[in-house]
Nanobody, 123 residues
Framework: VQLQASGGGLVQAGGSLRLACAAS????????LGWFRQAPGKEREFVAG????????LYSDIVKGRFTIARDNAKSTVYLQMNSLKPEDTAVYYC?????????????????WGQGTLVTVSS
């Protein structure tokens, strides 16, 4: 299984970015995907996740209402649309895959990880 994250970059506060995570995963459609982030000097934290079913979506309270996660099973890709970005959203963002149909918040419950993409939000 391989996960390839992309879409990071430099954006001003209030701006938007869309991250994508392309998977090479034969059973992609039947597994949960998540986005995590890690800022310098901080622990990796859960951002958003999506399960197999369309309604199985979780967001961290910090990003709820600003970020949207979605999946395109035909393309084996999961997206994270990030709006109203803040300087505190600056981090390396990782996509992760879980061998479960249900989304989870714990990084330890994910089995596969992408390489990360850097998001920098300037004030």
């Amino acid at each position: 299984v391989q996960l390839q994250a992309s879409g990071g970059g430099l954006v001003q506060a209030g701006g938007s970015l869309r991250l994508a995570c392309a998977a090479s995963w034969p059973t992609f459609n039947n597994n949960a995907l998540g986005w995590f982030r890690q800022a310098p000097g901080k622990e990796r934290e859960f951002v958003a996740g999506i399960g197999r079913a369309a309604g199985n979506i979780l967001y961290s309270d910090i990003v709820k209402g600003r970020f949207t996660i979605a999946r395109d099973n035909a393309k084996s890709t999961v997206y994270l649309q990030m709006n109203s970005l803040k300087p505190e959203d600056t981090a390396v963002y990782y996509c992760a895959g879980r061998t479960s149909v249900y989304v989870g918040r714990l990084a330890s419950s994910y089995d596969y990880w992408g390489q990360g993409t850097l998001v920098t939000v300037s004030s």
